[in-house]
């Protein structure tokens, strides 16, 4: 069983650019969850998606935004970018969400220079 | 608010050694569930144990034990006989039901 999917790897944009994440979830799994982990803040709750709708939101921005296919599928897009949102871009999923415990993919590390 | 501490940011324990990672946590909710998280340097998060806020029963997984106290708010992780390829980050969780809420992380260094 193929475990959770993020591309790309690694991406390194310059600051003002957009850039755009994507999740492949577990087989089954319809709740796609995003976290933004960087050095001394651990894991921050970005938002998360059940049967293609945002279920809950993190505190941040509004240039941070995502969707959801019908496939279970995740986007992440991240408008404007700056100095301080590089980070490692980590995705999960589980079969509903909730108190489950969270499949988590190796992230996509993004560098803004 | 929810929260979760992690005051320990980095330990080093030579090979065979216990040690005890520490994680304190904050919430009203009445219901919630906790976790643990191992973080190789691959960087990918792998579960390692969930327990719910009604089970206070310690529970133990080969050299992994982990003990729940609700009095102290607190859901401590122990490795027995550590071995080098414990070493990794280590993140507590608390999940209500809405989102998951992780500790800064606890860098583990087993030495050879």
């Known amino acids: 069983k193929a475990g959770v999917t993020q591309t790309p790897r690694y991406l390194i944009k310059t600051r003002g650019q957009q850039v755009t994440l994507s999740c492949s979830p577990i087989?089954?799994?319809?709740?796609v969850s995003w976290y933004q982990q960087t050095p001394g803040q651990g894991l921050q709750f970005l938002f998360e998606y059940f049967s293609e709708t945002q279920r809950n939101k993190g505190n941040f921005p509004g240039r941070f935004s995502g969707r959801q296919f019908s496939n279970s599928r995740s986007e992440m897009n991240v408008s404007t970018l700056e100095l301080g949102d590089s980070a490692l871009y980590l995705c999960a999923s589980s079969w509903g969400g909730g108190y489950e415990k969270l499949f988590f993919g190796s992230g996509t590390q993004l560098s803004v220079l | 608010a929810q929260k979760v501490t992690q005051a320990q940011t980095e330990i080093s324990v030579v090979e065979k050694e216990d040690v005890t990672l520490d994680c304190v946590y904050e919430?009203?909710?009445?219901?919630?569930?906790l976790f643990w998280y191992k973080q190789p340097p691959s960087g990918e998060l792998v579960f390692l144990i969930r327990r719910n806020s009604f089970d206070e029963q310690n529970e133990i997984s080969g050299r992994y034990s982990w003990n729940f106290q609700k009095s102290t708010s607190s859901f401590n992780f122990t490795i027995t006989a550590s071995q080098v390829v414990d070493s990794a980050v280590y993140f507590c969780?608390?999940?209500?039901?809405?989102?998951?809420?992780f500790g800064t992380g606890t860098s583990l260094t087993v030495i050879p």
């Open positions: 087989s089954g799994h319809r709740s």
């Open positions: 919430t009203r909710d009445t219901t919630y569930y």
């Open positions: 969780a608390l999940s209500t039901g809405n989102q998951f809420y």
